[in-house]
C-alpha cells in the first residue's frame, strides 16, 4: 500500500511549556513542516519564529487505514456528509500499525479538536492535520498517533495510525507541549 497508495507521514514535536501561547501561530505557518523536518534531518536547526525551540521532533511513516480510506471515499461522493475526520489522538501503544486496525493501542483520554487548536488543509494532492496539544495534557510518553472521526477515545473511523517506535516523545503535564502533524499523500509514491 506504501508504494503504490496513500503515503502518511507524521510529526511529533515537544516544546517548552513557556512557548505554549506562540504554538498557534508558530504551526499555522507553512513552513512548520519543513522546520520538522530539517530538525529531524540534522538536529542542529531548532529555532522558530517568536524564540521558540524545539526539544525534540520524532518521525512516523505508517499507513491509511482501509475503514480510513474508504470513509474518505463516501465523504468525497457524497453518501457520507458526517462525521469527518476533525481530532488527532494520541498514545503510548508500540504495536505495529495494520490497515484493519480502528483505534490506538493504549489511546490518551482524550483528543484534541483539530477546528479549535490546529488546522485541517488540503495541500495539492496532500491532506494535512496539526494538532496542538497543551501543557495541561496527561503526561504521556507519545508512540502513536492517528486522526479520527469523533472526540470519544477507542472509537469513531481511524483515518490512520502511526507509530513513533525508534523515538517516542515524552510529554509532561505543566512541563511541555506538544504537536502531532500528519500529511496523507494520495497520489501513488514510487
Known amino acids: 500500500m506504501k508504494r503504490l497508495g496513500p503515503q502518511d507521514t507524521t510529526y511529533a514535536s515537544l516544546f517548552d511549556a513557556k512557548d505554549e501561547p506562540?504554538?498557534?501561530?508558530?504551526?499555522?505557518?507553512?513552513?512548520?513542516?519543513?522546520?520538522?523536518?530539517?530538525?529531524?534531518?540534522?538536529?542542529?536547526?531548532?529555532?522558530?519564529k517568536y524564540g521558540v525551540e524545539f526539544l525534540g521532533v520524532s518521525k512516523a511513516d505508517d499507513i491509511v487505514t482501509f475503514p480510513g480510506l474508504s470513509w474518505c471515499m463516501q465523504l468525497i461522493l457524497g453518501t457520507q456528509t458526517t462525521p469527518r475526520f476533525t481530532f488527532m489522538c494520541a498514545g503510548s501503544g508500540l504495536d505495529l500499525p495494520s490497515p484493519f486496525q480502528q483505534t490506538l493501542i493504549t489511546e490518551a483520554s482524550s483528543r484534541i479538536n483539530?477546528?479549535?487548536?490546529?488546522?485541517?488543509?488540503?495541500?495539492?494532492?496532500?491532506?494535512?492535520?496539526?494538532?496542538?496539544?497543551?501543557?495541561?495534557?496527561?503526561?504521556?510518553?507519545?508512540r502513536e498517533s492517528g486522526v479520527n472521526t469523533v472526540?470519544?477515545?477507542?472509537?469513531?473511523?481511524?483515518?490512520?495510525?502511526?507509530?513513533?517506535?525508534?523515538?517516542?516523545?515524552?510529554?509532561?503535564?505543566?512541563?511541555?507541549?506538544?504537536?502531532?502533524?500528519t500529511r496523507i499523500t494520495l497520489a501513488g509514491v514510487q
Not at 27 to 42: Q, R
Not at 116 to 130: D, E, K, P, V
Request: hydrophobic residues 40%.
Open 151 to 181: 472526540s470519544t477515545p477507542n472509537t469513531g473511523i481511524l483515518l490512520n495510525r502511526n507509530v513513533f517506535s525508534s523515538t517516542p516523545i515524552v510529554h509532561t503535564a505543566g512541563g511541555t507541549a506538544f504537536v502531532l502533524e
Open 114 to 142: 483539530m477546528t479549535l487548536t490546529g488546522t485541517i488543509a488540503r495541500i495539492s494532492q496532500s491532506m494535512q492535520f496539526l494538532a496542538n496539544f497543551p501543557s495541561s495534557f496527561q503526561t504521556i510518553t507519545v
Open 22 to 48: 506562540f504554538l498557534p501561530h508558530v504551526t499555522k505557518d507553512p513552513e512548520f513542516w519543513n522546520s520538522c523536518e530539517k530538525y529531524w534531518n540534522d538536529h542542529r536547526f531548532n529555532k522558530l
